[in-house]
């Protein structure tokens, strides 16, 4: 029995949970109209009612049906030139060479399961229930399924698109987005997340322009360029009010969210591949499905839209094994020794690893044959024989045996010039003829798109995990595509090569976890490079930034936390002066930078671990008594100002509220100030356990504010704990509910 759609005979759909409603209707042209997504509607009544017609010179009516213009009509899946002058949500070549189809309402089916997409990673269903509509353009045998799902507890309704060829001539596809939403007319505002190395996710909020803009990747993954993520609100929205409409692509390829306000105002919304620098030819019978796009509605604000993300994030995109679960904190070799690793200072690592209180031990870079710089032997994936003379497999188990876990660093896409591999097959890299290959880091990348290689590299790392050894796998990935064509594919498929590439990545991921399902995989792309959902679907937790510098990864957290809850971040305690901006921090600001990251460890050298060893052990036997609320609990951006960070989480049972506060440059004759506090039980009484052991009413705590500490250096009151005095000053103040 379905529950959560309903069909009326008019043709209308409903999807609704008890908290979000979306609509839509077959018109009486067949055309599949966009109705509504917004809070609860018990039903469509009324909904079409707001579609009004009206003539308008300078347009077109859609086959001549009086007042019919597609141009002020929202739709479902719009295409391009039958009276619709914004860009389409389809567009492709047909056998005659025009661009000209027509899709209209065929049927429809509803299933209570939510049916995975082949090849590509989507969310898990559960508790929801999916409505598939088929358009059908009747001259060129082209079938267009609109697959929706709804959740029960979610605020959430996937989107896919699956086209087919029905007909006897191959269609040339030229665009195919995932989604389409075609808002009302109205004020928007547009926050999206931008960046670069080491300054990923950026929060930049923009007025929405009466145009077009897009919010894309051309560099064959997701980047740190753009995520593929973008919140359109109602002007002025805050963290606790107005609407707010989510969109989230899952996909690790170039990307391409559209957002066009046409000439009567409306946006629209298209999310799904790039349309730049794609062509597919889509041959009769054949298929093609697009990444899934989920869209999130709220009405109370961008926090209320980022608790959403997070918790579906954690139960319907995250591995359930480990979703939920404390992370292990770990050492990782990189920002310790570089490329210098070998067997005995590993082990002596594990030592010092195991006395400071850590449960892993990770080898990042430098363990495979000949990879002394970054120059080499990407691609030849055994161990190098000078450093590690007993191979991974006898390491591993002898870090195991002093009771720490073991995780490794792999690359598995690239290849150095200089190594075996590409020297015997110069040809598995992407390339063109004629052309020399732009390099990036000295490498190239594999060229995912063909079987043969995508089998050799599961094979290599199917015989490294095979040892049953390893615990954890750092998959990174550092550079960009260039030259992205195939030896094998034919001329006119050869802009088929970053996705099938992208294709190919997810057909290795999901075999090499499904293999080895108890193997912690953590996401890397030079830090946030290739920081989405699709990744993310497969390997529970990223590295968003190999920014660590405390001051630097505020602004780096705070954007990426719209979207990402902590389950999924990592961060470890790195050195200072920090090796990627040169700031000198304290121990205490470094340590706390990390804490509302899940996976928490550190990378430091050995001179450090002898300077700092106490203070180390202090800061990780601080962090593991809150390791199990970090994973589970609820996230606040409680502020986030030039100078000041405020953030808040909440343990998933209420009975601890961690508050993070971090001053960046101090200075004298500082105001007082506080945080308001979000989603606390108002009549319960919440002890701060330090600065000073004060109690506060729940109701106090949101209405009033917690009083922060202060860095001025004139500080005078004896009962306060105060921040460390100067630039860079941060704590962490924990609150326990008391009744
Ligand atoms: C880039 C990553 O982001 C770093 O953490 C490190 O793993 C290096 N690659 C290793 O080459």
Redesign the pocket.
Known sequence: MNTMISVTDEREFLLSNARISYAFRASPQGILEHLYFGNHVSGAAGLAASIRKTYRTTTAEFEGVPYYHLADTPQEYPLFGTSDFRHPALHGVNADGNSIFTLRYDSHRISSDKPALPGLPSARGGDSETLVVTLKDAVYGLTVDLNYTIYRDYDVVCRSTTITNDGQHTIELLNVASSCLDLPADDYELLHLHGTWAREFNAERIAMPTARCVIESTRGTSSAAHNPFLAVMEKDATETSGRVYGTALMYSGSFAISIEKGEFEEVRVLTGINPFNFRWQLEPGASFNSPEVLQVYTDRGLSSMSRTWHRFIQDRISEPRFAHSARPSYFNT?EAAYFNVNETSILRLADRAKELGLEMLVV??GWFEGRDS?TTSLGDWQPDPGKFPSGIAALAKQVKQRGLKFGI?VEPEMVNEKSKLYQQHPDWILHVPHRKPSLGRYQYVLDYSRADVVEHMFNQLDELLSCGSIDYI?W?M?RLMTEAGSALLPAERQLETPHRYILGLYNLVQRITAKYPDVLFEN?A??GNRYDLGMLRYMSQG?PS?MVDPVGRLSILNGASYLFPPSVLAAYVGPSPNHQNGRHSSLQARFDAAFFCAARGISLSEADLDRDADEIREGFAVLRESADDVVNGAFHRVFHRANETCWQLTSADGNSVYVGYYHVLSAPNLPFKKALLRDLDPNAEYRLTKNPASTYTGAALMHSGLALPWVDVLQYNPELEYMDKGDFSTCILVLEKVT
């Open positions: 990189w990042d870079d970054e660093w750092k990174d550092n890397c030079s830090g590295w190999d």
